[in-house]
């Protein structure tokens, strides 16, 4: 009996050996010149590709079957190269030993097209750019960027201190490129939060979409939480929305809890002397079982507005003085029907900026929207115009924000005065 006991006692330190030695790999220096060798190879090998040999956007680039061997090579050269430094080494260090040995620029290139008497160059691993930082003393985040058709992919990586050494928490990457080729780029920001658990941090990871030909396009938010394995990382909420790739760089920020997301999105008056673009405030507090959007939203009243319309009911019902309003709701759920009517209609709804007026109420705003029908007739060009009635939503300025009052079809005469707006007309 003692015998047994003490052999199952043995198993279970080998086991328990075995499963800190795959989570936590020693240092080796002959598997880091393989993987190194590995990423260095394979990108030669796609950046030996012309963009221009393929037919764009009809077909899948040819150097797209050589991106998961890549990344994967990339992820292997990080984790060799990290897993031999203690969890003192500053990251300048860990990211000058990367970019030496991957061959990494400091900056970036001008973009992949060329120059005199070619269309498109080989763009594919070019600009490989490494950056290591240490979000807080205990853990270490290496993102990893390379051009792709039309924009950038991204790779990211949270190493956290156990032992004086670096164990790998998070990977996160654009899935495998399948039938539709997807990328992490265009922007990629990442924050990490705190939580009431002490030691225990959750990630926030926004990234936009690539996109060869129009200005706008959709991005995402992932809040990821660590787990076992670093490779799924549990995706405790997620959303994507669309926005506009101007030149307003978007930024992410955090403290505590709290993250905030600015960028741009398209204004609903498509009209270059008014307004092309508005800004757009996502902020949510992450709380242990909900991911909640709390104000501000938009930097004035009538982007205010905007963007209430634009959000799911679920985050609109958080921005009105009462929650429960069913008129609100109809009034948000007939703009969610306009705004995403079939083109074999042949109609669809136009909105259009009415003025901004201040109320003699304290701190209130009449916030007007126009809106016309638009119909196309087959085989004939443009399309004809009937004005539809004008929606006149009553907002109160907040604390940190605003929050809708009513929405109705006639304006409130005690809001008057000049356009706050300052509208072009």
């Not at 050269?77 to 080494?89: K, R």
């Not at 190493?159 to 495998?176: H, T």
């Not at 929405?407 to 706050?420: E, R, W």
Request: contains cysteine.
């Amino acid at each position: 009996m003692l015998f047994r006991m003490t052999r199952l006692l043995l198993i279970a330190v080998l086991l328990a050996l075995t499963a800190n030695c795959s989570a936590q790999q020693p240092c080796d220096k002959q598997q880091q010149a393989k993987a190194v060798a590995a990423a260095l190879h394979l990108r030669q090998q796609m950046r030996a590709i012309r963009v221009s040999d393929d037919l764009m956007g009809e077909s899948i680039p040819k150097a797209i079957p050589f991106l998961p061997k890549f990344k994967a090579a990339l992820v292997r050269a990080t984790e060799t190269v990290v897993t031999c430094h203690d969890s003192s080494a500053p990251a300048s260090d860990i990211q000058a030993e990367l970019s030496h040995v991957l061959h990494a620029r400091q900056t970036r290139l001008p973009d992949g097209f060329a120059t005199i008497g070619e269309t498109h160059t080989n763009i594919y691993g070019k600009n490989l750019l490494i950056a290591v930082t240490k979000p807080s003393p205990n853990l270490l985040a290496v993102k990893i960027s390379f051009d792709v058709e039309c924009g950038d992919d991204n790779i990211w990586l949270v190493f956290e201190a156990k032992d004086a050494r670096w164990l790998e928490r998070i990977l996160w990457q654009s899935p495998p490129a399948g039938r539709e080729v997807r990328f992490f780029g265009d922007f990629f920001l990442t924050a990490i939060l705190t939580t009431d658990v002490p030691g225990s941090w959750r990630a926030v990871v926004v990234h936009g979409s690539p996109w060869c030909t129009s200005r706008f396009s959709g991005f995402d938010i992932d809040v990821l939480e660590p787990t076992a394995n670093a490779r799924q990382p549990r995706v405790v909420w997620h959303t994507d929305r669309g926005y506009s790739r101007g030149s307003f760089e978007p930024t992410l920020k955090a403290s505590g809890n709290i993250f905030e997301l600015r960028l741009n999105d398209d204004a609903m008056h498509f009209d270059i002397d008014i307004a092309f673009e508005r800004r757009v405030i996502y902020r949510y507090r992450v709380n242990a079982n909900t991911v909640d959007r709390i104000e501000p939203i938009a930097l004035n009243a009538r982007g205010f507005v905007e963007e209430w319309l634009d959000m799911p009911w679920n985050e609109a019902a958080a921005q009105i003085a009462d929650p429960t309003s069913v008129a609100l709701k109809t009034v948000h759920d007939l703009y969610e029907q306009k705004s995403t009517a079939k083109e074999e209609d042949h109609t669809f709804t136009k909105p259009s900026y009415g003025p901004v007026l201040g109320c003699q109420q304290s701190k209130q705003f009449q916030v007007e929207l126009a809106a016309s029908l638009e119909t196309f007739i087959p085989n004939k060009p443009g399309s004809t115009s009937t004005p539809l009635p004008s929606t006149y939503f009553k907002v109160r300025e907040t604390a940190n924000g605003y929050e809708v009052l009513s929405a109705t079809n006639k304006p409130d005469p005690q809001c008057s005065g000049p356009n706050l707006m300052n509208d072009k007309r």
